[in-house]
């Protein structure tokens, strides 16, 4: 009974392990060059993105009124 109880324990703490590093040190995974962790590089990834899309479309919204206006 023990013996197995062991061995589920150890068999648990090597597949928690196996876990926790294939989502640390995923194969073909960007290593930031800046040291961020993975999760902070990709949020701000993100963040850089959004103000990207809403300055474009902020950028649109000011020429169409700009035509609208010359109409």
Not at 27 to 47: E, F, H, I, M, N
């Amino acid at each position: 009974m023990l013996g197995r109880l062991l061995s589920l324990v150890l068999g648990l703490a090597v597949v928690a392990f196996v876990a926790y590093w294939a989502l640390n040190n995923m194969a073909g995974a960007q290593k930031d060059p800046l040291g961020r962790s993975q999760p902070k590089a990709v949020l701000d990834r993100t963040r850089d993105a959004t103000k990207r899309i809403e300055q474009d479309a902020e950028r649109r919204i000011h020429e169409t009124e700009r035509k609208m206006d010359e109409r």
